[in-house]
């Protein structure tokens, strides 16, 4: 028998795995409030004139939204939209917001926000061919904004939003 334990995978300390268990017991209550301030702002962006397209699967307006309703309990903190002309509104977003973090990640206690030029995307490590790169222009033109809602109040994510999409 090997007594070399690297053979055997990563395994976790005991603090780690301590937090882990922790914060598993609050899950549920976290991807409910999740959910619920993304549907919020959803509709909220919805409803907003500067807004071309939001995409997420809880509003009726999302293309699978049907099948969302039969597979899902739960529609996710995580939504996209679009809007014309991204990059400027970007750099005013990145300027203005008080409440969201511009930066790029996921499943954050604090509402984080980022803009995705597909063009960026295509250099990226996504390298498209022509026809996928058609089928994702459809879907997301030159840009969309990836949104990660926290657990902050709704109503100041969208007051927020609100303020930082006013013209400068």
Not at 1 to 10: I, K, S
Not at 11 to 31: Q, Y
Not at 75 to 92: D, K, R, W
Not at 116 to 126: E, H, K, N, R
Request: charged content about 15%; some cysteine.
């Amino acid at each position: 028998m090997n007594d070399n334990f690297e053979q055997y995978g990563g395994i976790l300390s005991p603090f780690n795995a301590w937090l882990i268990m922790r914060g598993i017991a609050t899950l549920p209550l976290r991807m409910r409030a999740h959910e619920q301030g993304a549907m919020q702002v959803a509709q909220f962006l919805e409803n907003h004139p500067q807004i071309k397209r939001v995409i997420y699967p809880g509003l009726p307006s999302h293309p699978q939204y049907a099948l969302a309703q039969k597979q899902m309990e739960n529609f996710s903190g995580m939504l996209t939209f679009q809007v014309e002309n991204g990059p400027q509104i970007a750099l005013q977003l990145a300027q203005k917001l008080k409440i969201f973090h511009y930066a790029v990640s996921l499943g954050h206690l604090r509402s984080l926000l980022f803009y995705m030029p597909t063009a960026d995307l295509q250099a990226s490590s996504f390298r498209l061919n022509a026809q996928q790169l058609v089928a994702f222009k459809t879907y997301a033109g030159e840009g969309i904004f990836r949104v990660s809602i926290g657990l902050e109040e709704p109503e100041d994510l969208c007051q927020d939003l609100a303020q930082a999409l006013a013209n400068p």
